[in-house]
């Protein structure tokens, strides 16, 4: 049943729902059975919920080597999130699709979209999901030599780290300028 306080609450319920989706990522047929039994709480939002799944869907097929069912999904996503308003699932949508890009080896594609990725992060101020963002870029651009736009994208990310403490992403980030300066 749909009411006021389920319509006010849905940005909080909206926030629980994308962490279920990465729950149940690897288990597409639950996290489909989860999404409708949602959509009868939020029905004027079934489309927005479908993003989550055909997100989830997309990461599931990368992780089991279907990337061209992975890509279809994921573009779904991304049709479903840009006709909603902006947050992080776009930008990691993007981002997946990036990483999608690279490991089929078009490095030049995965660029394109994970500079799409870099300018969704603005609009959500989601730092952490910038700095691997940031970092997914400097690979792609290592891997078409392009070594000074990787080491900006790299210390861009060892910024954000550092400003942050975000210790969790500082190795990978060092890692990668390190690799680039060798």
Not at 11 to 28: C, T
Not at 47 to 62: D, I, N, S
Not at 129 to 141: A, C, K
Request: glycine share 2%; with cysteine.
């Amino acid at each position: 049943a749909y009411s006021k306080r389920n319509k006010k609450n849905f940005f909080v319920a909206d926030q629980d729902i994308q962490n279920i989706s990465y729950k149940y990522e690897l288990r597409p047929l639950e996290f489909q059975q989860f999404t409708n039994k949602i959509s009868t709480v939020f029905p004027d939002n079934i489309k927005y919920l479908w993003r989550y799944y055909y997100h989830a869907l997309g990461r599931f097929q990368m992780f089991t080597a279907n990337p061209a069912n992975a890509e279809k999904n994921m573009l779904v996503a991304l049709a479903f999130s840009r006709a909603n308003t902006a947050d992080s699932i776009e930008s990691s949508i993007l981002n997946n699709l990036g990483i999608l890009y690279q490991n089929d080896g078009n490095h030049t594609k995965a660029v394109s979209f994970l500079q799409d990725a870099i300018r969704e992060t603005e609009k959500t101020d989601d730092e952490l999901l910038r700095v691997n963002i940031l970092l997914n870029i400097s690979y792609s651009y290592r891997m078409i030599n392009q070594f000074r736009k990787a080491k900006l994208f790299t210390q861009e990310a060892i910024d954000i780290c550092e400003r942050m403490k975000a210790m969790k992403f500082l190795p990978r980030a060092l890692s990668a300028h390190s690799s680039i300066l060798i």
